[in-house]
Structure formats: C-alpha cells, structure tokens
C-alpha cells in the first residue's frame, strides 16, 4: 500500500480548512439573519394587539345610547360614539367624489348643519352609486343620529380637487371653517339611518387584527426556517472539522 505524496495531503487539508472558513461565515450569517424575522413577527403581534384593542374599544361605544353631539363634541375626541343633534339650519350638500363601497363606486354625501347651539357639524348622509346625476334630498325633519367618528385622511393624487362646497375628492375643512358662521367641530357625523336611494356607509374600521397575527405567523416560520439552516450548517462545519483532526 502506498501513501499519498505529501503535497497531496497537503492540498486536500488546505481545500477542507477553506471550505470550513467558508461555511463558518454562512452559519453565522444565517444566525444573524434569523434574529430579523423573530423581531418582525414581535411587531406584527404587537400591531395585532392594538389593532385588537382599538376595535374592541370601537364596538364598545357602538353600543352605548346616544349622546347629544354638542356635549360630545365638547368633551371627548371622536371614536365612533353613538350621537344625536337637532338641525337649526344647514348648508348645500357636499358630494365626495371616488367613495367605493362593496367594489362599487360612488360619492358620499355631506352637508354642514348648525346646532341649536350655533356651532356646526359636518353630516355623513349616506352613499350614492354613481355615475348617476346627484338629486337634492331633503334632510329628515327629525332629529338625525349616527356615529361621531375622526375626519377622514384620503389619499389624494395630484389634480385633485380640495374644496368646501360642490363636488370635491376630498373636503378642505380649513376654508369651511372660515366660512362658516360658527365653531366648525372637528368630526364628522356618519347616519345610521338614510333616506333611499341613500346607503349608509359603513363606521366600523377598516382594519382586521387577525392579519397582523398572520404575518407574526409568517415571520416566525421564516425564522425558524433560518435556525434550522444555520444549524445545519454549522453541524457540516463542525462534521468536516472533526473529520480533518482524524485524517
């Protein structure tokens, strides 16, 4: 039996040593790299959690009895609390442009109305399908009730229209404010009861907790993916070491 010359033993050592100097970098790496899914499925629990908070809270005012809006307005920010108010006299309608609803497109209705109070309050009065031409509706001789939720923040492209009268993309509420002969509230009244063709629009948020534990869900199995890499690596690297000691 020969052995093998000495500069092959030699180049073999060195071609093991580089593969383990090359495989000690990546088992690190993906150690490393598993920390950042871990972190992100922490925030996404996190968010889940507020979002989670923020809806119970809104359910919860949803079923209180209404409250007059003037005290309301006065005492509390808007967070979808039941509401009720008597128009003293009101403004031409405002039509908000690019509502969907249901896949269907359409505009929202709003029109300021003033309190007995003098104050003013911007009414939600429903949703109309469009592109159907606008017909005034007259506002309901009763009392009118709803949901008094924050001003909407849209998100607008350039050209669109901000305005405080006619047909607008979204309402500039700075110029009603000015124009209007009163303390404008900074809210917005949504109905929960609309006069046909009218649709009520809908007052619960948007968002679902159940999607951010999802993505916590995500992140974490990467994570885990990534551990189980790094392990498997770092298990070669530690297999070839052992094996080069015993050649």
Same mark, same amino acid.
């Given at each position: 039996?020969?052995?093998?010359?000495?500069?092959?033993?030699?180049? *073999? *050592?060195?071609?093991?040593?580089?593969?383990?100097?090359?495989?000690?970098?990546?088992?690190?790496?993906?150690?490393?790299?598993?920390?950042?899914?871990? #972190?992100?499925?922490?925030?996404?629990?996190?968010?889940?959690?507020?979002?989670?908070? !923020?809806?119970? &809270? &809104?359910?919860?005012? #949803?079923?209180?009895?209404?409250?007059?809006?003037?005290?309301?307005?006065?005492?509390?920010?808007?967070?979808?609390?039941?509401?009720?108010?008597?128009?003293?006299?009101?403004? =031409?309608?405002?039509?908000?442009?690019?509502?969907? /609803?249901?896949?269907?497109?359409?505009?929202?209705?709003? !029109?300021?109305?003033? #309190?007995?109070?003098?104050?003013?309050?911007?009414?939600?009065?429903?949703?109309?399908?469009? =592109?159907?031409?606008?017909?005034?509706?007259?506002?309901?001789?009763?009392?009118?009730?709803?949901?008094?939720?924050?001003?909407?923040? =849209?998100?607008? /492209?350039?050209?669109?229209?901000?305005? @405080? %009268?006619?047909?607008?993309?979204? #309402? @500039?509420?700075?110029?009603?404010?000015?124009?209007?002969?009163?303390?404008? %509230?900074?809210?917005?009244?949504?109905? @929960?009861?609309?006069?046909?063709?009218?649709?009520?629009?809908?007052?619960?948020?948007?968002?679902?907790? !159940?999607? &951010?534990?999802?993505?916590?869900?995500?992140?974490?199995?990467?994570?885990?993916?990534?551990?189980?890499?790094?392990?498997?690596?770092?298990?070669?690297?530690?297999?070839?070491?052992?094996?080069?000691?015993? @050649?």
């Amino acid at each position: 039996m020969t052995c093998p010359p000495v500069d092959v033993i030699q180049s *073999s *050592s060195r071609v093991g040593f580089r593969r383990q100097r090359g495989r000690l970098p990546l088992a690190w790496l993906l150690w490393l790299l598993a920390l950042l899914p871990f #972190l992100l499925a922490l925030w996404q629990w996190q968010r889940g959690q507020q979002r989670q908070a !923020q809806l119970a &809270h &809104h359910e919860f005012n #949803l079923r209180q009895a209404p409250q007059p809006l003037a005290a309301l307005a006065a005492s509390t920010a808007p967070a979808g609390q039941r509401a009720w108010l008597r128009v003293r006299s009101s403004e =031409p309608e405002i039509r908000v442009a690019n509502a969907l /609803l249901g896949g269907a497109s359409g505009i929202r209705i709003w !029109q300021p109305v003033q #309190l007995p109070d003098g104050s003013w309050v911007v009414v939600d009065r429903g949703w109309l399908r469009g =592109p159907a031409a606008y017909v005034r509706i007259p506002l309901p001789p009763l009392r009118l009730q709803g949901y008094w939720l924050p001003r909407p923040q =849209p998100y607008l /492209l350039s050209g669109a229209r901000v305005a @405080d %009268h006619g047909e607008v993309d979204a #309402l @500039d509420w700075v110029a009603l404010a000015r124009r209007l002969p009163g303390r404008l %509230h900074d809210g917005l009244l949504v109905l @929960d009861v609309t006069l046909p063709p009218l649709a009520p629009w809908p007052v619960r948020p948007p968002f679902d907790p !159940q999607r &951010h534990y999802a993505y916590a869900l995500q992140w974490l199995l990467l994570g885990l993916c990534l551990i189980t890499g790094a392990w498997i690596v770092q298990r070669r690297g530690r297999d070839e070491r052992s094996g080069s000691r015993t @050649d």
